[in-house]
């Protein structure tokens, strides 16, 4: 039997995505801007990102080229992780995945494991008690999400889509479905490790509502307009705003 989320995805009415422009700028939007507010149900209009043969070759060669890059740097964080905390050095857990389908994805443990919520479903916060001492520096700079470059290989995420997230995740303290009706579109593309939303700043909490519809219609614009040259340009931000910047908490 179906479940209540794919359900309500098929029931969902298509509208065309109208196109925005200037989607990615020097200064980026900030989250929440009205100019990407949507007020109706809809879907990208033209093909999906899943379907570009182009997109999926430069994910397996830049997935695969970054995890050979970065092999002594990941043994080095997975035996940190194995000597300053009990426990397995990934965190696995069931995430949304194209076209609803769930896979399971792999980041390196940040929280304790007594601690660790597999459903998900209580955020990570400023200063969240659960978290490592290693785990925050690992979440501080989003190291912690370089083993997803395996499930780019593997074929259940992309290097850049909307993020996945988990089942019944809440957003203004209601099933993210509920406060937008046009959630399960984002679907239509294979999730990423990074994405247009996170880029202008609509990341972290879904406690206010504004920032969480955002984050969905930044998905949306995405999947309407993405190009190889959107995909580059979105992981150079993410390098220069995660990684070096250390926005993460």
Request: glycine share 8%; with cysteine; aromatic share 8%.
């Amino acid at each position: 039997m179906a479940s209540p989320f794919v359900a309500k995805f098929a029931q969902a009415e298509v509208i065309p995505l109208r196109r925005e422009r200037s989607v990615i700028s020097a200064k980026p939007i900030e989250c929440g801007d009205s100019r990407y507010r949507s007020r109706h149900p809809r879907r990208a209009a033209r093909t999906e990102p899943a379907a570009s043969l182009g997109k999926r070759l430069f994910d397996i060669v830049a997935a695969g080229g970054a995890l050979l890059v970065f092999a002594p740097v990941l043994i080095a964080i997975a035996v940190a992780i194995k000597l300053t905390s009990p426990g397995p050095v990934l965190f696995v857990q069931s995430r949304y995945g194209y076209r609803n389908r769930f896979f399971r994805i792999y980041k390196f443990r940040t929280m304790r494991v007594d601690a660790c919520d597999s459903r998900g479903v209580k955020q990570t916060v400023q200063g969240d008690s659960r978290v490592t001492w290693i785990g925050r520096l690992l979440r501080k700079t989003s190291i912690d999400e370089i083993p997803q470059l395996i499930n780019v290989l593997k074929g259940d995420m992309s290097l850049v889509g909307p993020r996945p997230h988990v089942p019944g995740m809440l957003a203004a303290d209601v099933p993210y479905e509920d406060l937008v009706p046009y959630y399960f579109h984002r679907h239509s593309a294979r999730p990423g490790i990074t994405g247009l939303a996170q880029v202008n700043g609509c990341r972290g909490s879904t406690v206010e509502a504004g920032r969480a519809i955002s984050r969905i219609d930044y998905d949306l614009v995405y999947i309407e307009q993405w190009s190889l040259g959107m995909d580059i340009m979105i992981i150079l931000r993410t390098i220069r705003r995660e990684f070096l910047s250390g926005s993460g908490f």
